[in-house]
T-cell receptor
Framework: AQTVTQSQPEMSVQEAETVTLSCTYD???????LFWYKQPPSRQMILVIR????KQQNATENRFSVNFQKAAKSFSLKISDSQLGDAAMYFC????????????WGAGTKLIIKP | KAGVTQTPRYLIKTRGQQVTLSCSPI?????VSWYQQTPGQGLQFLFE???????NKGNFPGRFSGRQFSNSRSEMNVSTLELGDSALYLC????????????FGQGTRLTVV
């Protein structure tokens, strides 16, 4: 069975600085997708970034980028130039590459931005 | 383009009752999946529907059921509510193919007393 582990329950960063959130996963599949979702106090889960396992290039979305290490089964999220609006719970999620849409989630990391 | 709509947003029920939650996906999306979020267990997959068929099911008791209508709207039902069913229930919609991501609604906060 696949598992996702986020070992940092809480992280804090100074506004405008850079922070990295860690995620490791375990799977025997070769085709899969990885995601980072953000959940602000409004509770709505918002997709931050996605990575296809077959792509070697790390995904980037504006200030958000990932470091995808397939062999190490590691998928960390880097947030550059942190802003107050980035404060939220961040969840790492995994799904297989088949048609069944089932996300397996990490426990989440609470990100605090210090002004 | 309207997002994923979940109703109601908040619900208080008594132990032993049953409850039905509704999810309207993004227009054109054929897959709807449901997740339960609790402080203790985190986010757990309940089930996924695609074109009115349950395609995948998580490890939940039979008290949890769902269905999907021809317009892709989905409902989930929980019978004989227990205190432990108190949770945020999130619905996600997607086109339903392997390459696409899911978009979430704001959830329904269910409290069982």
């Amino acid at each position: 069975a696949q598992t996702v582990t986020q070992s940092q329950p809480e992280m804090s960063v100074q506004e405008a600085e850079t922070v990295t959130l860690s995620c490791t996963y375990d799977t025997s599949e070769s085709d899969y997708y990885l995601f980072w979702y953000k959940q602000p106090p409004s509770r709505q889960m918002i997709l931050v970034i996605r990575q296809e396992a077959y792509k070697q290039q790390n995904a980037t979305e504006n200030r958000f980028s990932v470091n995808f290490q397939k062999a190490a089964k590691s998928f960390s999220l880097k947030i550059s130039d942190s802003q107050l609006g980035d404060a939220a719970m961040y969840f790492c999620a995994y799904r297989t590459g088949d048609s069944n849409y089932q996300l397996i989630w990490g426990a989440g990391t609470k990100l605090i931005i210090k002004p | 383009k309207a997002g994923v709509t979940q109703t109601p947003r908040y619900l208080i029920k008594t132990r032993g009752q049953q409850v039905t939650l509704s999810c309207s996906p993004i227009s054109g999306h054929r897959s709807v999946s449901w997740y339960q979020q609790t402080p203790g267990q985190g986010l757990q997959f309940l089930f996924e529907y695609f074109s009115e068929t349950q395609r995948n099911k998580g490890n939940f008791p039979g008290r949890f059921s769902g269905r999907q209508f021809s317009n892709s709207r989905s409902e989930m039902n929980v019978s004989t509510l227990e205190l432990g069913d108190s949770a945020l229930y999130l619905c996600a919609s997607s086109l339903g193919f392997s390459s696409t991501e899911a978009f979430f609604g704001q959830g329904t906060r269910l409290t069982v007393v």
